[in-house]
């Protein structure tokens, strides 16, 4: 029944998709949480422990489409419109909220950023972690370097697609895991792959930061191997109070020491809002 419900509602009418809600605790200012590729809204569990202490918060994490429990079409794009699209129809459903701070890790940065660029009246406050912006980098040869590795990393895997089958969904994830953790499967890979190329590899990122209009804390990791620190600034054209940027120790992961940082600006964002 659910198949013939998305082919009706979501592809005959082209209507946005609702994504599965994993996380909603708390009363108070609401934070949305969005995973990256490949991952589900459980790999928040650190973040959401830390939250938990804070009585005047309200914790909203989401599988993204694609991901988890989410619904997992296969005849979309999976871009950023999509992906962001998905959002916002999720949380214009979430009752008695109006604006949310949204937290973003890897890919979920991209679809805040989108999401804030498309529906500036639901976002207060944007925190993104690890950011893969691959536009505006400093201008060093390590980084033109790691830019082609990573393109070169990525187009190996979207050029499976043709071809797949089960023997290789299974090389491929053990591949994942190894290098940075992807839960992938059978069900998973085509999105998977499909946002690999159309919401990371052809980013939106530079037109969305020069539309934004909230407050932005950008956060990298110091030892993150899958992401180089840019500069989301350059795209304004100028030094911008709308956006600062943080380094923490880290890899690209929700580690306990990034939840811990996370979780300080989350309460600075709030305070921001009452000075």
Not at 103 to 109: F, I, L, P, R
Not at 238 to 247: E, G, K, R, V, W
Not at 250 to 264: E, G, P, Q
Request: aromatic share 12%; proline share 5%; net charge positive.
């Amino acid at each position: 029944m659910k198949n013939i419900y998305y082919l009706i509602w979501n592809k005959w009418l082209s209507r946005p998709f609702k994504l599965k809600l994993v996380i909603d605790e708390g009363q108070g200012t609401p934070i949305v949480l969005l995973h990256g590729i490949g991952k589900t809204g459980g790999v928040w569990k650190h973040l959401i422990t830390d939250l938990k202490h804070y009585s005047t918060l309200r914790i909203l994490a989401y599988d993204l489409l694609g991901f988890g429990d989410s619904p997992k079409p296969d005849w979309i794009k999976y871009d950023v419109d999509d992906h962001a699209d998905a959002v916002i129809y999720s949380l214009d459903k979430v009752k008695g909220q109006t604006k949310f701070i949204i937290v973003g890790h890897s890919m979920g940065c991209l679809i805040a950023l989108h999401v804030a660029s498309k529906r500036p009246d639901l976002v207060k406050h944007l925190i993104l972690y690890e950011m893969p912006l691959y536009d505006g980098l400093p201008e060093k040869r390590i980084y033109r370097l790691r830019l082609k590795a990573y393109e070169k990393f990525y187009n190996w895997i979207i050029d499976y697609k043709p071809e797949f089958d089960p023997s290789n969904i299974k090389r491929a994830h053990k591949l994942a895991q190894r290098v940075v953790g992807f839960e992938v499967n059978q069900n998973t890979w085509i999105p998977f792959i499909k946002s690999l190329e159309n919401t990371i590899m052809h980013q939106t990122a530079n037109t969305d930061i020069k539309d934004l209009v909230v407050p932005m804390d950008v956060i990298y990791g110091t030892f993150d191997m899958f992401v180089i620190r840019g500069q989301p600034s350059k795209y304004i054209g100028s030094p911008s109070q709308q956006i600062n940027t943080f380094n923490v120790r880290a890899r690209h992961i929700i580690s306990v020491k990034a939840s811990h940082f996370l979780t300080k600006r989350i309460l600075g964002a709030i305070a921001l809002e009452y000075t």
